[in-house]
């Protein structure tokens, strides 16, 4: 089963395309519930509250990401499957095959009469196109190696393009769990955590993309950071 899981990601790249998903989407299920939380964040800061209740954060922070546990999952697996058909369709095209013909109808006259005088037999065209589908029914499908590869790739993306946004947006609540009630400092906690994840991404992209691990880091904090200002302005 292992090797065989091998043999499909080397057919299709799956890991090169669980890197790029789980990154992305980790990064973005962080950001999404950061925002919840400069939600939350704000109300302290105008003194409308000295402390939020750790239960709500945490419930409204996993409801959002469960929500996107649940988009990444289907979205993904959907569109994967389509740009699969599209492929799959470009590639029947180029090599010039029809996958839907499995029983050749027989249309040319001539060719009709050569094979009547060979066989001594007439050929009945009224039936052809039964017989067609009834082969069609009767036929198994068998999947290729190509085929296989795909599916297990739609599968695992679909898994991994869900999973990682949730994850990442339950890091950030994880210091929410330690208090019933939060106050400024379990939110700068929370929010130094999600730095922290922000930079062990941005060194990981760094590593894989053989670039600057500097350049990759900077990028990322700085939208962590324009995250951070932008909200707190407008909410304030």
């Given at each position: 089963m292992f090797e065989r899981a091998k043999t499909y990601a080397k057919i299709t790249n799956l890991w090169g395309i669980a890197r790029r998903y789980f990154v992305n989407n980790f990064y973005d299920g962080m950001l999404t519930v950061l925002g919840i939380l400069l939600g939350f964040f704000v109300l302290i800061l105008k003194g409308d509250q000295s402390s939020i209740n750790s239960h709500l954060v945490i419930l409204t922070g996993i409801g959002s990401s469960i929500s996107m546990l649940i988009s990444g999952m289907s979205g993904s697996y959907l569109s994967e499957?389509?740009?699969?058909?599209?492929m799959k369709e470009e590639l029947y095209k180029a090599m010039?095959?029809?996958?839907?013909?499995?029983v050749e109808v027989l249309k040319d006259s001539s060719d009709v009469e050569e094979i009547e005088k060979?066989?001594?037999?007439k050929i009945k065209h009224d039936v052809n196109l039964r017989v067609r589908s009834r082969l069609r029914k009767k036929k198994k499908k068998i999947k290729t190696l190509q085929q296989k590869a795909e599916n297990f790739t739609s599968?695992?993306?679909s898994i991994i393009n869900g999973g990682s946004p949730f994850l990442g947006g339950i890091v950030p609540l994880i210091p929410f769990l330690i208090v019933p009630n939060a106050g400024l400092s379990i939110f700068i906690i929370s929010f130094f955590t999600i730095?922290?994840?922000i930079v062990l991404l941005g060194v990981f992209l760094g590593v894989v993309s053989k670039e600057s691990i500097l350049k990759n880091i900077c990028q990322m904090v700085f939208a962590f950071f324009i995250t951070l200002l932008i909200s707190i302005f407008l909410l304030s």
């Open positions: 499957r389509a740009e699969q058909k599209k010039v095959i029809d996958k839907n013909d499995e060979a066989m001594l037999t599968i695992i993306v730095l922290v994840c």
